[in-house]
């Protein structure tokens, strides 16, 4: 089963607008991390923002921030005004507990596009 | 402060050659880890280190794939002999501490080797 899913392949966005990416998961473990990387069409893999499973505030970053709904098992990235630099693929990632515990679990991805 | 640093960004060879990728992880980092991304498959885990041991290589798709960590600051993944169906991005990460020790465990990744088997 996928441990992660990422169900848009691609969006569209209007700069300035906000985005927001899907992600659910998979684990049965009560202790597990939740990552989002970017990454553009110059390849390299950037970290966003992390939320842990404990923490009880969403996670923020700059103009990033995570939308963690526990009980439904979601972990929706959203973007607030969108940039054209942010046009790129986007990856949600989980690291469960042990003994996997350090290991990353990459959904699909969703590619952004921000339009002018 | 460097990010992780990897080399060659880009590589083409032949099949059946050797080809080796390099990696230097960030400083103060005690986990290092080796990754695949490709169309078909996206990111797989290959292999990772602890104090330059090797934990987990299950992810290492044949016995062709060796990887090794001589040192902190180094870390080798070699494929011999190469195959066309090996072409890939290959990213080398770094992290430092463990969940369970408390820390997020974020794992930082290099630019990645674009590896071109022909």
């Known amino acids: 089963a996928q441990k992660i899913t990422q169900t848009q392949p691609g969006m569209f966005v209007q700069e300035k607008e906000a985005v927001t990416l899907d992600c659910t998961y998979d684990?049965?473990?009560?202790?597990?991390?939740l990552f989002w990387y970017k990454q553009p069409s110059s390849g390299e893999m950037i970290f966003l923002i992390y939320?842990?499973?404990?923490?009880?505030q969403n996670a923020t970053e700059g103009r990033y921030s995570l939308n963690f709904q526990k009980a439904r098992k979601s972990a929706n990235l959203v973007i607030s005004a969108s940039q054209l630099g942010d046009s790129a693929m986007y990856f949600c990632?989980?690291?469960?507990?042990?003994?996997?515990?350090?290991?990353?679990?990459f959904g699909a991805g969703t590619t952004v596009t921000v339009r002018a | 402060d460097a990010g992780v640093i990897q080399s060659p960004r880009h590589e083409v060879t032949e099949m059946g050659q050797e080809v080796t990728l390099r990696c230097k992880p960030i400083?103060?980092?005690?986990?290092l880890f080796w990754y695949r991304q490709t169309m078909m498959r996206g990111l797989e885990l290959l292999i990772y280190?602890?104090?330059?041991?090797?934990?987990?290589d299950s992810g290492m798709p044949e016995d062709r794939f060796s990887a090794k960590m001589p040192n902190a600051s180094f870390s080798t993944l070699k494929i011999q002999p190469s195959e066309p169906r090996d072409s890939a991005v290959y990213f080398c990460?770094?992290?430092?501490?463990?969940?369970?020790?408390?820390?997020?465990?974020?794992?930082?990744f290099g630019p990645g080797t674009r590896l071109t088997v022909l």
């Open positions: 939320q842990g499973s404990y923490d009880e």
């Open positions: 280190f602890n104090n330059n041991v090797p934990i987990d």
């Open positions: 400083s103060g980092h005690d986990y």
């Open positions: 990460a770094s992290s430092f501490g463990s969940a369970l020790q408390g820390y997020t465990d974020t794992q930082y």
């Open positions: 684990t049965s473990d009560q202790s597990y991390g």
């Open positions: 990632a989980m690291r469960e507990g042990p003994p996997n515990d350090y290991k990353l679990s």
